[in-house]
């Protein structure tokens, strides 16, 4: 009998070893295979540890507008007997296998990534899926496996950075939640998301005619450029100083405190300097030729805005453009690849110049039969099809962009206009400095962004391009409004005034100077009285004695 007892006592003691033996080996085996871990939770009262999150993958990178992805993590714990920090014992809370845990994931901005709720959650609804797609939510809430493997899934809805959070809880923890908001959760781990436009050959496409468009502008200003206007224009030098500082020393100062006081995203805030740093464009030339301003001043700076932004663009995009543009301490700022974009706008003006120069004759055919037509044609495609494949600058935009870029073009107008009657400059000029200095460069602005920046960088940068091209035409309307209405007030005050006035005819006498006792001509005064019922004059004569 005894002998019975002890063999049973042997077997259950070999028992007990050996399954001491593979819990180990499990804790080993998953402490190696996991990589390093993204957050490492602080302790909790309710159990004697600490929480480890690991994901996999560690990032998301190149997730595509309208795509999902299965996100797995695993949670382990470390034996922590004391803190040393605090002094607590944790030995005297409750047990770690005695606690329910459950994980609540979130997302730091439901605009651009939602998660899919599980079948479990949800009743199956075959024609609602193939309609609206899988059901969607913010925050995900589901009882944690803590030694196993755990996942769910994510739905990109826009492009842009977000960032998803995985908190860990007990069943503690959700009895101190629902009775009072403020609680202190078990840990929380972080991964980062990156959504980027599915590539197609439309955007490719629209990209290259931006870019030939810029291109084909420049070439046409430098064709209805003439020399002589040029020379003539030299003679007023302080209007062009002051065209320069407004374009080239205000304007990107001015885009740089916008960027760095307007709550805006980091790459659209690069987006806003480069476009300051580019003025120019033909959209100016036309406002000056609508409104009557003068004309070879409008030209002039033209010329020397394309020679001068080949160095002060570049310089200002490094200097500033540090700010925005930086990756893991590392700052990237494409300037070779702006410098290109800058030099074909260049060599297209000074072919246009060159031709208009030496014959007049092809440039007016090339403008009439060519450029012109072209431009029309572009213009109605940019305003149909270029919304089109641009729809994501539209479905969920930032209301401070809109701010940003209706605030660039109308700090230009200040600007110019300010330093112009500071300096007492003729009201055409006025006019003519204030409409270059709030036009700006955009297409080539954005041709520049979407060849040099990576996605998501490069669309979320040329929000700012893209929005400001339709406020440069709205701003110009409003103001040319202002305008017709200031005229017909003056028109209506003007002609009140002449209704007011009298007319005095004044015939004067001769005076003897020498016996100083004379009678003088009859005086006449001549009054005019119109009245509503008839129109008539009144005749007064009156004889005065000096």
């Known amino acids: 009998m005894c002998t019975n007892y002890s063999f049973l006592y042997v077997l259950v003691v070999q028992i007990t070893v050996l399954m ?3 819990s180990t080996s499990f804790n080993l085996e998953t402490s190696v295979n996991m990589s390093s871990a993204l957050t490492t939770i602080v302790p909790s009262p309710i159990f004697n540890g600490t929480f480890r999150v690991y994901f996999q993958p560690e990032s998301i990178i190149d997730l ?32 770690f296998h005695t606690t329910t845990f459950f994980a609540r994931v979130t997302t730091g901005d439901a605009r651009i990534v939602q998660f899919i ?55 503690s923890s959700v009895v101190v939640a629902q009775s009072s908001p403020t609680f202190q959760n078990m840990g929380q781990g972080s991964l980062k998301v990156a959504v980027v436009p599915r590539q197609k050959v439309a955007d490719f496409v629209f990209d290259c005619s931006a870019a030939a468009v810029a291109i084909l502008i420049s070439f046409a200003i430098g064709c209805v450029t003439d020399t002589e206007n040029l020379k003539r224009q030299l003679k007023y030098p302080v209007s062009l100083v002051i065209g320069f500082c407004c374009q080239f020393l205000l304007m990107p100062v001015l885009a740089f405190g ?13 987006g806003l300097l480069c476009v300051a740093c580019v003025p120019g464009g033909g959209l100016g030339h036309v406002a000056v030729i609508i409104s009557n301003a003068d004309l070879p001043l409008s030209l002039t700076m033209n010329l020397i805005s394309t020679v001068t932004m080949l160095g002060t663009a570049p310089l200002w995009i490094f200097v500033l453009g540090q700010y925005f543009q930086q990756t893991e301490g590392s700052k990237i700022i494409p300037i070779y690849n702006f410098e290109i974009w800058l030099a074909s706008t260049f ?51 930032n209301n401070w962009t809109i701010v940003a870029a209706m605030l660039l073009p109308l700090c230009g107008v200040l600007v110019g206009s300010v330093l112009s009657i500071i300096f007492k400059q003729k009201s055409n000029f006025c006019k003519t400095i204030a409409v270059e200095t709030s036009s700006l460069n955009c297409l080539i602005v954005l041709a520049a962004l979407r060849f040099s920046l990576n996605q998501p960088d490069a669309n979320i940068a040329s ?17 040319a409004v202002f305008g017709l209405l200031k005229a017909r007030v ?11 006035t009298r007319q005095y005819s004044i015939a004067s006498g001769i005076v003897n100077q020498a016996n100083m006792a004379a009678l003088s001509a009859p005086l006449f005064i001549t009054e005019t009285v119109l009245t509503d019922d008839d129109n008539q004059s009144t005749l007064s004569e009156k004889i005065t004695v000096l």
Request: hydrophobic content about 45%; overall charge neutral.
């Open 490 to 500: 003056d028109t209506y005050m003007e002609s009140r005034r002449k209704n007011q």
């Open 64 to 95: 595509g507008k309208g795509c999902n992805s299965t996100v797995y993590f695993n949670c382990t714990v470390e034996d922590n007997i004391g803190d040393t920090k605090t002094g607590r014992d944790f030995h005297q809370v409750n047990d």
């Open 463 to 479: 929000v700012i391009p893209i929005w400001v091209m339709f406020t440069i035409p709205a701003l110009y309307v409003i103001l």
């Open 117 to 171: 709720l599980p079948a479990a959650m949800v009743t199956k609804d075959p024609r609602r899926e193939l309609i609206l797609g899988p059901h969607l939510t913010d925050e995900l809430r589901f009882k944690l496996n803590i030694h196993g493997v755990n996942n769910f899934s994510i739905q990109a809805m826009q492009i842009g950075y977000v960032t998803v959070f995985v908190t860990i809880f007990g069943t």
């Open 347 to 397: 060599f297209a003006y000074t072919a246009g110049l060159v031709i208009n120069r030496f014959k007049p004759n092809i440039a007016e055919a090339l403008l009439t039969w060519f450029i012109k037509p072209l431009l029309l044609l572009t213009t109605i495609l940019y305003i149909t099809v270029g919304v089109y494949i641009n729809m994501y600058v539209f479905e969920a935009v």
């Open 258 to 270: 916008l960027a760095m006081i307007l709550p805006l995203e980091k790459n659209v805030r690069f």
């Open 20 to 22: 001491i033996q593979e």
